[in-house]
């Protein structure tokens, strides 16, 4: 069985930081690039941040550049979210994502995304 299980979601305060660990079972994270993804309550699922098989490129969406950052490590079969200087409206779910090549991680398609995790609450609050 081929599944994705993120870990590291938790209670921060504002300026906090917290690390998404995302890992795959039964499944090769390198073979796929690898996005994040979160859901807050009432709102739609939106991309965060990617990782391309193709060339390692780690992709941002606005709203997170230069605080978050997306690593891979091939060897724990693992991808990570480091999450800095985090703010209340980046509160929600996460989840990572599996998408096969062919695809463009960045556009952050829900559909083209092949593997999906149970995701992991993040709240940030004062």
């Known amino acids: 069985q081929m599944l994705l299980v993120e870990s590291g979601g938790g209670l921060v305060h504002p300026g906090g930081s917290l690390r998404l660990s995302c890992a795959g079972s039964g499944l090769i994270l390198d073979d796929y690039s690898i996005g994040w993804f979160r859901q807050a309550p009432g709102k739609e699922r939106e991309g965060v941040s990617c990782?391309?098989?193709?060339?390692?490129?780690?992709h941002y969406v606005d709203s997170v550049k230069g605080r978050f950052t997306i690593s891979k490590d091939k060897a724990q079969n693992r991808v990570y979210l480091q999450m800095n200087s985090l703010k209340p409206e980046d509160s929600a779910a996460y989840y990572c994502?599996?998408?096969?090549?062919?695809?463009?991680?960045?556009?952050?398609?829900?559909?083209?995304?092949?593997?999906w995790g149970r995701g992991t609450p993040v709240t940030v609050f004062s």
């Open positions: 990782i391309s098989k193709a060339d390692g490129r780690a």
């Open positions: 994502a599996a998408i096969r090549g062919g695809y463009s991680c960045s556009n952050y398609v829900l559909d083209e995304y092949e593997y």
